[in-house]
């Protein structure tokens, strides 16, 4: 009785985590948008701050930047910004994300050790198979850490957790890893050599 008690108060808490904390970062980008908007914006022009105004003026913004960046031609304006180096280093951030993305999409998210022989996982994309000297491969991974996503060398025989989809590799990184309690029954937990000889577009020489 005691275990099972115990069992289901961590998975409570496992459940609330992601949750409660998907709630404060929404809460926070409410305020600060509606915050910024009025004081920067609305109040210059109307005089006075109007309550959640300013959270959907920035909406109507974030909906005109997605759909520049999400057009070739918007893109390709967006891309001169790069000239500009402050503009530059965010141009270049989005450009990274936007090739994340589409890796994921087309290849599928695992969860890898990020460093190896550490117990942490971190959602990310196998891009490649490098033959080594001593009859191995390393396998190259693709994490989505901030602020850019970063590659890094892993071995055949690190566990990974794969069919992994780009919402739950969202929730895995905002959930700080405890997602992992709940996505474990729904993955395949294999080795990321096995991983790959799985997968037809992938192969070792």
Known sequence: MRKWLERAILMG???QIPAVIAITLLVFVVQFFDNFYNKFLLEPILGRNIRFAGFLVSMAVALLLGF???TKRGWRLVSHLGKVPLAGQIVNVIEQWKKFRSLARSKGVILAPYYRGASSFAPGVVTGVIPIEDGGHIITVV???MPIPKPLGLTEHDIIYAS???NQAISYMLSGGLALKILEKKLRRMTL???VRSNPDM???
């Open 13 to 15: 808490y496992v459940i």
């Open 68 to 70: 520049i960046a999400e």
């Open 143 to 145: 994490f989505g850490d």
């Open 193 to 195: 050599g096995e991983y």
């Open 164 to 166: 992994l989809s780009l």
């Open 203 to 205: 192969a070792f020489e």
